[in-house]
């Protein structure tokens, strides 16, 4: 890299717009969408899409609610020519689905793009041409004059063309590209001629689409661009204005949300941003983003695992883990304290209310996840997490000194590995610390209690000990009071019972319960026990027993 990066390059130059009104505006409503997988996407793929993949697409993109999509540039390939004709002749378009194909300004492909829709009930046809500077001089060598001859000259072709085809609802789109470094007034004066030639009205309907070709400023300054063209342009009323952001500079999103705020009515892009160099904006994000809010977007993913595969399979290409709301990291937390803080959130909640969750900004089962991903254990994870885990998947609510005790047992096992710890790992080391195992070391196979005249409770019990059973006797004031002196004299010291907790595993009265017990020995060391079963005080006295051992 250059040390004096401004000898090299040049700032790009605000729009002066001192009353600039969009950053007072807000979004309440979901602008139109336009999605452009099938040909801004498609063109940017190593290896395009052939045409069952572009069909897996076409269905995906119906299923998400796209009405309108840009399937094709016709005349580029004999591919993308076919695919526009099979969806015509095989019937595959609803009859509320505008489909879209793309146009440069030479006659020729005109005409080959309009006899790719023949028979077509509802169509957009998009011409664009290059307007800003550099492409006018360095790339085309032609006029201001000349830029705008080529666009309207084309223009009253497709006009010419729709007019002799009445029975297909047509649409006209035109694009200034780069419009994003055209001059402001160039980019007015160049649409103003296309839209005396087409005279846009509600019978003819006409959409600018104003693109950010190559991302070269700050959103804002587009945002400005916006605002300025919808306020000059003399049709504003007449006709819909739509934006094409890309993602050079990584702020395709947030050019997008401002230009809505300035005044633009529909968004072209991807899903999950596909595209050119970095890419179109992300149309999953933008409408995520809106469902955020409140605000219908008009798209659904309720299903978003398999949105995410679908777009994998048909471009070949990843959706990054940390995607923004699809990705398969999106909803994870690993770090301790944000787990410590989404459980209480989800303990906290009560159905019915508002959502308001730390570090989750939409409740993921809207979109089809499970809650089963959202806290995952590796050696940067606390107590919250694996407790949470345990309480979701198992029914375990852990006493906040027995997570404590369990995230200490977590930590050395993540610690020792330094991979993350799956959930089969994680209820396996729980089950085993706590001796919550078929046959554990103290296994309670009897028992009988009986009250005794003095107002103590006899215990009598067998275990089984390492192959052998062995019958044990203690009173107390209570059951448990009479197995801890009972078992005193087994493992040969005084065991005194710390802590306990119960809950049941249910809500039927058959439910099993578990008991949850801390015991504390002679030397001052402590353990937990957890013992389940359909008796409580079965289960008590099995925690109890699972506790009251000293090996490990």
């Given at each position: 890299?250059?040390?004096?990066?401004?000898?090299?390059?040049?700032?790009?130059?605000?729009?002066?717009?001192?009353?600039?009104?969009?950053?007072?505006?807000?979004?309440?409503?979901?602008?139109?969408?336009?999605?452009?997988?099938?040909?801004?996407?498609?063109?940017?793929?190593?290896?395009?899409?052939?045409?069952?993949?572009?069909?897996?697409?076409?269905?995906?993109?119906?299923?998400?609610?796209?009405?309108?999509?840009?399937?094709?540039?016709?005349?580029?390939?004999?591919?993308?020519?076919?695919?526009?004709r099979e969806l015509i002749e095989e019937n595959l378009i609803p009859d509320d689905v505008t489909i879209q194909v793309l146009?440069?300004?030479?006659?020729?492909?005109?005409?080959?793009?309009?006899?790719?829709?023949?028979?077509?009930?509802?169509?957009?046809?998009?011409?664009?041409?290059?307007?800003?500077?550099?492409?006018?001089?360095?790339?085309?060598?032609?006029?201001?004059?000349?830029?705008?001859?080529?666009?309207?000259?084309?223009?009253?072709?497709?006009?010419?063309?729709?007019?002799?085809?009445?029975?297909?609802?047509?649409?006209?789109?035109?694009?200034?590209?780069?419009?994003?470094?055209?001059?402001?007034?160039?980019?007015?004066?160049?649409?103003?001629?296309?839209?005396?030639?087409?005279?846009?009205?509600?019978?003819?309907?006409?959409?600018?689409?104003?693109?950010?070709?190559?991302?070269?400023?700050?959103?804002?300054?587009?945002?400005?661009?916006?605002?300025?063209?919808?306020?000059?342009?003399?049709?504003?009323?007449?006709?819909?204005?739509?934006?094409?952001?890309?993602?050079?500079?990584?702020?395709?999103?947030?050019?997008?949300?401002?230009?809505?705020?300035?005044?633009?009515?529909?968004?072209?892009?991807?899903?999950?941003?596909?595209?050119?160099?970095?890419?179109?904006?992300?149309?999953?994000?933008?409408?995520?983003?809106?469902?955020?809010?409140?605000?219908?977007?008009?798209?659904?993913?309720?299903?978003?695992?398999?949105?995410?595969?679908?777009?994998?399979?048909?471009?070949?290409?990843?959706?990054?883990?940390?995607?923004?709301?699809?990705?398969?990291?999106?909803?994870?937390?690993?770090?301790?304290?944000?787990?410590?803080?989404?459980?209480?959130?989800?303990?906290?909640?009560?159905?019915?209310?508002?959502?308001?969750?730390?570090?989750?900004?939409?409740?993921?089962?809207?979109?089809?996840?499970?809650?089963?991903?959202?806290?995952?254990?590796?050696?940067?994870?606390?107590?919250?997490?694996?407790?949470?885990?345990?309480?979701?998947?198992?029914?375990?609510?852990?006493?906040?000194?027995?997570?404590?005790?369990?995230?200490?047992?977590?930590?050395?096992?993540?610690?020792?590995?330094?991979?993350?710890m799956t959930l089969n790992a994680l209820w396996q080391l729980f089950r085993t610390r706590y001796r919550l195992v078929p046959?554990?070391?103290?296994?309670?196979?009897?028992?009988?209690?009986?009250?005794?005249?003095?107002?103590?409770?006899?215990?009598?019990?067998?275990?089984?000990?390492?192959?052998?059973?062995?019958?044990?006797?203690?009173?107390?004031?209570?059951?448990?009071?009479?197995?801890?002196?009972?078992?005193?004299?087994?493992?040969?010291?005084?065991?005194?019972?710390?802590?306990?907790?119960?809950?049941?595993?249910?809500?039927?009265?058959?439910?099993?319960?578990?008991?949850?017990?801390?015991?504390?020995?002679?030397?001052?060391?402590?353990?937990?026990?957890?013992?389940?079963?359909?008796?409580?005080?079965?289960?008590?006295?099995?925690?109890?027993?699972?506790?009251?051992?000293?090996?490990?």
């Amino acid at each position: 890299m250059l040390s004096h990066p401004q000898q090299k390059y040049r700032p790009f130059p605000p729009l002066n717009l001192p009353d600039r009104r969009w950053p007072s505006q807000q979004i309440t409503q979901a602008p139109r969408w336009l999605s452009t997988d099938l040909r801004d996407g498609n063109q940017a793929l190593a290896e395009p899409m052939d045409s069952e993949r572009k069909r897996q697409f076409w269905q995906l993109l119906l299923a998400c609610g796209f009405k309108e999509i840009e399937v094709a540039f016709p005349s580029a390939s004999q591919t993308d020519f076919n695919f526009v004709r099979e969806l015509i002749e095989e019937n595959l378009i609803p009859d509320d689905v505008t489909i879209q194909v793309l146009t440069q300004a030479r006659e020729d492909l005109i005409l080959r793009t309009f006899d790719s829709l023949r028979g077509v009930k509802r169509a957009t046809v998009h011409l664009y041409n290059a307007t800003a500077p550099l492409f006018r001089e360095l790339v085309f060598g032609l006029e201001k004059a000349d830029i705008i001859a080529l666009a309207t000259r084309s223009t009253r072709q497709i006009r010419q063309l729709c007019e002799q085809h009445p029975e297909t609802h047509w649409q006209y789109e035109y694009s200034p590209e780069t419009f994003c470094f055209t001059e402001p007034e160039f980019a007015l004066e160049i649409c103003e001629a296309v839209a005396d030639i087409w005279q846009p009205s509600s019978d003819r309907p006409m959409i600018i689409n104003l693109p950010a070709t190559v991302e070269v400023s700050t959103p804002n300054v587009y945002a400005d661009q916006i605002e300025f063209f919808c306020r000059h342009f003399s049709r504003r009323q007449d006709v819909c204005i739509s934006v094409h952001p890309h993602n050079d500079r990584g702020t395709g999103v947030a050019c997008a949300e401002l230009a809505v705020m300035a005044g633009a009515d529909r968004v072209e892009g991807c899903l999950f941003g596909n595209g050119e160099r970095t890419g179109n904006v992300c149309l999953v994000t933008l409408a995520m983003n809106l469902y955020s809010q409140g605000i219908t977007p008009g798209l659904r993913f309720d299903d978003m695992k398999q949105v995410v595969e679908v777009v994998e399979r048909c471009n070949q290409l990843p959706v990054h883990p940390r995607h923004p709301w699809a990705g398969s990291l999106a909803y994870t937390a690993f770090s301790g304290s944000h787990q410590d803080a989404i459980k209480k959130g989800f303990d906290a909640r009560k159905p019915g209310e508002p959502w308001a969750m730390p570090y989750l900004p939409v409740d993921p089962q809207d979109i089809g996840c499970s809650y089963e991903a959202v806290i995952r254990v590796n050696s940067q994870s606390g107590k919250s997490g694996s407790a949470w885990l345990i309480e979701q998947n198992h029914g375990l609510k852990l006493p906040r000194a027995l997570q404590q005790d369990f995230s200490q047992h977590v930590q050395r096992e993540t610690d020792a590995h330094g991979r993350e710890m799956t959930l089969n790992a994680l209820w396996q080391l729980f089950r085993t610390r706590y001796r919550l195992v078929p046959q554990p070391p103290l296994a309670l196979k009897e028992y009988k209690s009986e009250s005794q005249q003095n107002g103590q409770l006899k215990l009598n019990a067998t275990l089984q000990v390492a192959g052998e059973q062995r019958k044990i006797e203690g009173y107390g004031n209570g059951l448990l009071s009479a197995a801890a002196q009972a078992v005193s004299g087994l493992i040969r010291q005084p065991v005194v019972i710390k802590d306990y907790h119960e809950h049941t595993l249910g809500e039927r009265s058959d439910s099993r319960s578990v008991a949850y017990i801390r015991c504390l020995f002679a030397d001052g060391s402590s353990r937990w026990g957890v013992g389940i079963d359909s008796d409580i005080s079965r289960a008590s006295l099995q925690a109890f027993f699972n506790a009251a051992q000293l090996d490990d």
